[in-house]
């Protein structure tokens, strides 16, 4: 990082440290390859809420807390309340997913999965180049 930077390693640490301290960094993490780890099966679902009140909601966002298989969930406008992101190992473990953990949750009145075919682009990246002094002098 410090040579991209321009920096010497001993700032670009103190810098890296203060952004965390910002909570600029979130996390360090380490991004695995799925494929190589037999989980290349990729859903979005939407959900419907039979009825999305505060307490439905709150209590749907809980259980899907507590899903390994739920890599993403999104509350979104539109004709559905949410938007899953699932990741499993195949079809069959993803249609005992939905049976028996996600349809499990008496809340829900629709689901409908889209199976995703192969990824164009995945990314973690967020775009920096839309920030100019969001960021404050480190």
């Not at 979130?26 to 979005?44: P, Q, S, Y």
């Not at 259980?63 to 004709?79: I, L, R």
Request: hydrophobic letters at 45%; glycine letters at 2%.
């Amino acid at each position: 990082i410090a040579d991209k930077v321009g920096l010497s390693s001993s700032p670009c640490w103190r810098r890296i440290k203060r952004m965390e301290e910002l909570n600029i960094i979130k996390e360090r993490v380490t991004i695995l390859n799925r494929e190589k780890l037999g989980l290349d099966f990729e859903v979005f679902v939407a959900v419907k809420l039979s009825l999305p009140n505060r307490a439905n909601m709150e209590k749907f966002e809980r259980a899907v807390e507590n899903m390994p298989e739920v890599v993403q969930c999104a509350v979104v406008t539109g004709a559905v309340d949410y938007m899953l992101r699932i990741v499993t190992k195949d079809m069959h473990t993803y249609e005992d997913f939905l049976r028996e953990v996600l349809l499990g949750i008496e809340l829900i009145s629709d689901v409908q999965s889209r199976i995703v075919l192969r990824q164009s682009k995945d990314t973690n990246a967020i775009p920096l180049n839309l920030i100019s002094n969001a960021i404050p002098r480190l």
